[in-house]
């Protein structure tokens, strides 16, 4: 699913051709009990389904692109919620045509590479859910 290697705390993974990138994030962080952190990566996808909450309704509103894009920038943190890893990840996604799209990440596709770098942290870091925002928020 993966590979990997640390510098302390400092990882470097390489997560697997044409596998869920989300899934086998959170598969590594509990790998490596990892319940706060900081993530960064690039890759491509051939599909992936992004989030955006609309404040006014506090709804969710999905949306899946199936077509070969540049991971241009992943970023996102680790935390913590009913005891296993939380992952909250937003993604920029460069289309052929040289067009990005964006948002939340829910789920991805490999295709081709995925480079991640993990930062794990040594704080508390749980989550609650907030009524006025429908976010689960820090908690610290
Ligand atoms: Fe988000």
Same mark, same amino acid.
């Given at each position: %699913? !993966?590979?990997?290697?640390?510098? @302390?705390? +400092?990882?470097?993974?390489?997560?697997?051709? $044409?596998?869920?990138?989300?899934?086998?994030?959170?598969?590594?962080?509990?790998?490596?009990?990892?319940?706060?952190?900081k993530v960064d990566g690039i890759?491509?996808?051939?599909?992936?389904?992004? *989030?955006?909450?609309?404040?006014?309704? /506090? /709804? !969710?509103?999905? *949306?899946?692109?199936?077509?070969? %894009? #540049?991971?241009?920038?992943?970023?996102?943190?680790?935390?913590? /919620?009913?005891? /296993?890893? !939380?992952?909250?990840? $937003?993604?920029?996604?460069? *289309? +052929?045509? !040289?067009?990005?799209?964006? @948002? $939340?990440?829910?789920?991805?596709?490999?295709?081709?590479?995925? #480079?991640?770098?993990?930062? +794990?942290?040594?704080?508390?870091? @749980? *989550? $609650?859910?907030? #009524?006025e925002t429908g976010l689960n928020?820090?908690?610290l």
């Amino acid at each position: %699913m !993966y590979t990997s290697v640390n510098d @302390g705390d +400092r990882f470097v993974i390489s997560i697997d051709n $044409h596998q869920e990138l989300v899934s086998a994030l959170a598969a590594f962080c509990n790998d490596q009990g990892i319940l706060a952190g900081k993530v960064d990566g690039i890759g491509a996808v051939n599909s992936a389904t992004l *989030r955006f909450l609309d404040p006014a309704t /506090k /709804k !969710y509103v999905d *949306r899946t692109f199936d077509e070969q %894009m #540049e991971i241009s920038s992943l970023v996102g943190n680790i935390s913590e /919620k009913d005891g /296993k890893p !939380y992952l909250h990840l $937003h993604v920029n996604l460069g *289309r +052929r045509d !040289y067009t990005v799209v964006g @948002g $939340h990440l829910l789920c991805c596709t490999i295709n081709g590479a995925c #480079e991640l770098t993990v930062t +794990r942290l040594h704080c508390n870091l @749980g *989550r $609650h859910f907030d #009524e006025e925002t429908g976010l689960n928020l820090y908690t610290l």
